[in-house]
């Protein structure tokens, strides 16, 4: 099994930048596709950005394509969400999950806790 655990969130007003990062813990032997995923009070769980195990091939949901970049570096089994321009709309629990390069939530395996983002406008 892995377990990711994010970290990086908080409070950033619109306009502003936050990098959140998630660590995989347990079997880091194989390196899984990893993605992000974000839900709102009262919303569906939200597709993100998600990198290939290469670390080459990303995907990203369309709210948030040319303000986010998702990297990873297998060395330290971290992956990492660069957020810019950020919005108020942006402000949900950001979930970090692994097992997939898909938009859809069922396809991850593990997911981890999740972390708060806040935008204030």
């Known amino acids: 099994q892995v377990h990711p655990v994010e970290s990086g969130g908080g409070l950033v007003q619109a306009g502003g930048s936050l990098r959140l990062s998630c660590t995989a813990s347990?079997?880091?032997?194989?390196?899984?596709?990893m993605g992000w995923f974000r839900q709102a009070p009262e919303k569906d769980r939200e597709f993100v950005a998600a990198i290939h195990a290469n670390g080459v091939n990303t995907n990203y949901g369309n709210s948030v394509r040319g303000r986010f970049t998702i990297s990873r570096d297998n060395a330290k089994n971290t992956v990492h969400l660069q957020m810019n321009s950020l919005k108020p709309e942006d402000t949900a629990v950001y979930y970090c999950a692994a097992g997939s390069y898909r938009p859809w939530a069922d396809d991850y395996d593990y997911w981890g806790q999740g972390t708060q983002v806040t935008v204030s406008s």
């Open positions: 347990g079997r880091t032997d194989i390196n899984y596709a």
